[in-house]
């Protein structure tokens, strides 16, 4: 079955440390996106990508990097710059909107819940 | 810069009863998304609008979209427990983003 994979489900995080979050898409989808949320709020976006070798800084990109060098792949790094990591991170993909009239949905992954040590 | 609105942000309905979510945003689009998230877990797909006038239902649930006003509405029928969660939507921009509303908790009581 097709689908998005997040990993790990937990990570916790020492004081100065850089954690990378993984996020893997069989489904084809040329774009993909990572969110945050914190407990009780709504989803913000930190980065996304449309194609491989690119992508674009979200509204809270501080102290965050991504990489997108295969189409599978769009892993989320949290930098030490990052004060208040502390969150569930949400990996998603969708074709890429240009590419058609599709009403497809972004598909969303089971996510990372990411804490302070 | 899109920004994306929901009311009520919290909702209690009693089981049988209807109600209405709202969903404004500032800046056009073509495409509006409704999620449902359930406590601990992931999204999942509800409904994609993508013109004026667009209505879609499944089972109890019924969005609608009016592009000239802004506003998406997710129409509850007769409300039961398993409908409890707590409901997204969200709205992509000219720039391919994909902008979330704060989303609307929903406890159905018996």
């Known amino acids: 079955d097709g689908g998005i994979t997040q990993s790990p489900k937990y990570l916790f995080r020492k004081e100065g440390q850089n954690v990378t979050l993984s996020c893997e898409q069989n489904?084809?989808?040329?774009?993909m996106y990572w969110y945050r949320q914190d407990p009780g709020q709504g989803l913000r976006l930190i980065y996304y990508?449309?194609?491989?070798?690119?992508?674009q800084k979200g509204d809270i990109a501080e102290g965050y990097s991504v990489s997108r060098e295969k189409k599978e792949s769009f892993p989320l790094t949290v930098t030490s710059a990052q004060k208040n990591p502390t969150a569930f991170y949400l990996c998603?993909?969708?074709?890429?909107?240009?590419?058609?009239?599709?009403?497809?949905?972004?598909?969303f992954g089971d996510g990372t819940r990411l804490s302070i040590l | 810069e899109l920004k994306v609105e929901q009311n009520p942000l919290f909702l209690s309905m009693q089981e049988g009863k209807n109600y209405t979510i709202y969903c404004n945003y500032s800046?056009?689009?073509?495409?509006l998304y409704w999620y449902r998230q359930d406590p601990g877990k992931s999204l999942e797909s509800l409904f994609v609008l993508l013109s004026n006038g667009a209505v879609k239902q499944e089972g109890r649930l019924m969005a609608s979209l009016d592009t000239k006003a802004r506003l998406s509405t997710l129409h509850i029928t007769a409300a039961v427990h398993d409908l409890s969660a707590t409901y997204f939507c969200a709205v992509k921009t000219s720039y391919d983003k994909v902008i979330f509303g704060p989303g609307t908790s929903l406890s159905v009581i018996p």
């Open positions: 800046t056009t689009s073509d495409r």
């Open positions: 998603a993909s969708s074709i890429y909107f240009r590419s058609g009239q599709l009403a497809q949905p972004q598909h």
């Open positions: 489904l084809n989808h040329d774009a």
């Open positions: 990508s449309q194609i491989v070798n690119d992508f």
